[in-house]
């Protein structure tokens, strides 16, 4: 299963979302935002947990971004909410209401934009237990998506000439999603 699950992760959300953040620094956007969220709970984890395995699975934020009334109700009839539950949900508002109003996730600059696109220099917000930026934004996921589809013959463009740039792009990644949310020059 963890294969299975690390194979799926690198071709269909980690290696495609650090070609992307690369193709909008190529562009000169300066506003692009990656996140990974790696925190496993009860609350967002009820039905994929597996013997020594309990993967931080596709869509995982969503019950801390969305706050789906029955599964935090379900998790607090059970004693499962905990204060990095309520801490991680507290950050999802504030960062993605911020990022709405003023196109970037922290007034404080906390969280700051990917300057680099290199392997082990690519800048990205981790949420988790730990919350905080950190470099090298899955290397290996990243290595073996380029091996892969240069094995595979893909023929990529070299330059970004067809990504849209945009005054803030806020690209989320968790473990298994990603959304890239644009707001876009007017």
Avoid: C
């Avoid at 690198?10 to 300066?30: D, K």
């Avoid at 499962?80 to 993605?96: M, Q, R, V």
């Avoid at 911020?98 to 970037?104: E, Q």
Wanted: proline share 5%.
């Amino acid at each position: 299963m963890r294969r299975f699950h690390g194979a799926e992760t690198t071709w269909f959300f980690t290696g495609p979302a650090g070609e992307e953040v690369s193709y909008y620094l190529q562009n000169n956007n300066p506003n692009v935002y990656l996140y990974e969220f790696t925190y496993a709970s009860y609350l967002n984890n009820l039905t994929h947990t597996y013997p020594g395995y309990n993967p931080v699975v596709h869509g995982a934020q969503s019950e801390y971004v969305g706050m789906g009334y029955s599964s935090w109700l379900r998790s607090q009839a059970n004693g499962k909410i905990n204060a990095t539950d309520i801490a991680i949900a507290n950050f999802f508002g504030e960062t993605w209401t911020n990022f709405a109003k003023f196109g970037k996730p922290t007034l404080d600059d906390t969280w700051k934009p990917v300057k680099s696109s290199g392997l082990t220099s690519m800048e990205y917000m981790e949420i988790g237990a730990n919350i905080g930026m950190r470099t090298g934004y899955r290397t290996n996921d990243r290595t073996q998506y380029e091996t892969a589809a240069l094995m595979a013959g893909q023929n990529r463009p070299q330059t970004p000439k067809d990504v849209i740039t945009s005054s803030a792009t806020l690209l989320l990644n968790p473990t298994l999603d990603m959304f890239v949310d644009r707001i876009l020059e007017t």
